[in-house]
């Protein structure tokens, strides 16, 4: 299984910059796509961005030119750099890693508990 440690959430100002990280660790051969979701009170959890192991990613429209992400192979570990903050950014994030394991060899999701974002206006 994979597990997935995330950090870097808190309380920034509108328009103010914040930076997600996540490290994935256990007992597995592939990780395939990694990304961020994020999920509003009263909101459905929906994708942020994504990051392929060859290093495409794509983002939600909300957030294009404002997020980045990143990754680091050797490490397993992915990053979202946010800028230009929003009120409406405020949610849980996720991290996400799409895997294959020794025991489970097909790809499957693994997600992190999340980290909370605030942003005042």
């Known amino acids: 299984q994979v597990q997935l440690v995330e950090s870097g959430g808190g309380l920034v100002q509108a328009g103010g910059s914040l930076r997600l990280s996540c490290a994935a660790s256990g007992i597995f051969f592939s990780i395939n796509t990694m990304g961020w979701y994020r999920q509003a009170p009263g909101k459905q959890r929906e994708l942020v961005a994504r990051i392929t192991s060859g290093g495409s990613s794509n983002y939600a429209d909300s957030v294009k030119g404002r997020f980045t992400v990143s990754r680091d192979n050797a490490k397993n570990t992915v990053s979202l750099q946010m800028n230009s903050l929003k009120s409406e950014d405020t949610a849980v994030y996720y991290c996400?890693?799409?895997?294959?394991?020794?025991?489970?060899?097909?790809?499957?999701?693994?997600w992190g508990k999340g980290t909370l974002v605030t942003v005042s206006s």
């Open positions: 996400n890693a799409n895997a294959a394991t020794f025991t489970r060899p097909s790809y499957m999701d693994y």
